[in-house]
């Protein structure tokens, strides 16, 4: 265990003074059935936030820059206003409200921190790979098929891509069938690239189902989204792990651009072990862009300007997560795109942590890949007791 003294760069008005924290910062892991998990206020400390608000079930954290809300004995949580699926619940131990190792270092650390995320290299080309194609259909709403929607979104996005001055490669470019592990081949012959899967989303569960939602691979060592256990897969060794911390800030980039400029239904950022997700070796991420079977989505997602808003979007959180990644640029999030004028520049946004100076108490304690062979206590369904309304445009 580790303890060293915190420093935080902070900036106002151009100039820069560090700020000495006046408490040392360590990790107190606790172990149960075998799983590594720390306490919220631990993380609190360590990531400068004041002591959590507790309002029922809701554990809420804001220090003016970021803000989370955990919800207890649930798998989902708000970070910086979207949802956001943690691998395992948050609950109470022994009088401590405690979040897996795991998550912590997978899904926290990379949005709180993601200038410092590890071998984040430049972005100069975009691999879009429009989902199915030929033969497979994909879903199907009464206005068409997923596959015609996902090829005419991808060639929407393109030229806006190259006007910002990215390489473009596709995956497909006419409507033909492409095996799920020549798109993957085809994002890892590519270099300084990120992987981009467009889809749109169906079920035959729930008719009324709405909105977007975006995966990128699960971590090893734990459950996808929509699993309620460990399973075989989930502690083997992928392609796509390489890239884990990179790629969940993509969704972020991009997901927080979705809801920031349209008003859809907020599903979450999740994880999967979707093929093109596992087999590729560079950041990627799959996006679900409204529900072929609801009514008045179906309506939408025909609607060719609908889908230019959607490339629009997409376009701008891949720029942002660019950004990121040449110069450090903080992310904007969906706060930032609302608070946006019609036509007007992007605000601001207060500079992150200088990655020379915040806390250097290493997290390479919890980025170790140790499965656990218990399943997490209290594991819940999808989907959980947080509420959500339709975000406004």
């Not at 804001?62 to 803000?67: R, S, V, Y």
């Amino acid at each position: 265990m580790m303890s060293l003294r915190r420093f935080m760069l902070c900036a106002i008005g151009g100039s820069f003074f560090v700020s000495q924290l006046t408490a040392a910062v360590e990790w107190h892991v606790i172990k149960i059935n075998g799983r590594d998990f720390l306490s919220v206020d631990n993380i609190a400390k360590f990531y400068g936030f004041p002591n959590p608000t507790i309002n029922g079930k809701n554990v809420d954290l804001n220090n003016g820059k970021n803000e989370m809300q955990f919800h207890l004995d649930s798998r989902e949580m708000l970070l910086n206003g979207v949802r956001n699926w943690l691998s395992f619940p948050v609950f109470v131990h022994d009088g401590k409200i405690v979040v897996s190792r795991i998550d912590l270092a997978k899904t926290l650390e990379p949005q709180l921190r993601p200038n410092m995320i590890p071998k984040l290299g430049r972005v100069r080309t975009v691999v879009l790979d429009p989902g199915h194609g030929g033969f497979d259909k994909g879903a199907i709403s009464g206005y068409g098929y997923e596959k015609d929607y996902a090829l005419d979104l991808a060639r929407l996005l393109r030229p806006l891509l190259q006007a910002k001055g990215f390489r473009v490669v596709m995956t497909r470019e006419s409507d033909v069938f492409v095996p799920l592990e020549l798109r993957a081949r085809i994002a890892n012959a590519t270099s300084d690239s990120i992987f981009v899967s467009l889809h749109f989303n169906a079920t035959d569960r729930d008719p009324l189902a709405t909105g977007f939602e975006i995966y990128s691979l699960t971590p090893r060592g734990a459950p996808s989204t929509y699993e309620d256990g460990l399973t075989l897969a989930s502690v083997n060794i992928q392609n796509g792990t390489e890239a884990d911390a990179a790629s969940v800030e993509l969704s972020s980039c991009i997901y927080h651009s979705l809801l920031g400029h349209i008003g859809e239904f907020d599903r979450g950022i999740k994880r999967a072990r979707f093929a093109v997700l596992r087999l590729t070796k560079i950041p990627a991420v799959l996006v679900e862009s409204g529900f072929l079977t609801e009514r008045g989505e179906s309506r939408l997602i025909a609607n060719p300007g609908w889908r230019q808003k959607l490339a629009d979007a997409i376009c701008t959180g891949i720029d942002n997560f660019r950004a990121l990644a040449d110069s450090k640029k903080p992310p904007l999030v969906v706060a930032d795109y609302r608070r946006q004028k019609p036509g007007g520049a992007a605000p601001e946004k207060e500079s992150l942590v200088n990655p020379a100076a915040p806390s250097t108490l290493s997290l390479d304690m919890l980025h170790s890949e140790r499965p656990s062979e218990n399943p997490a206590p209290f594991q819940t369904p999808t989907p959980s007791p947080i509420g959500s309304a339709p975000v406004e445009p």
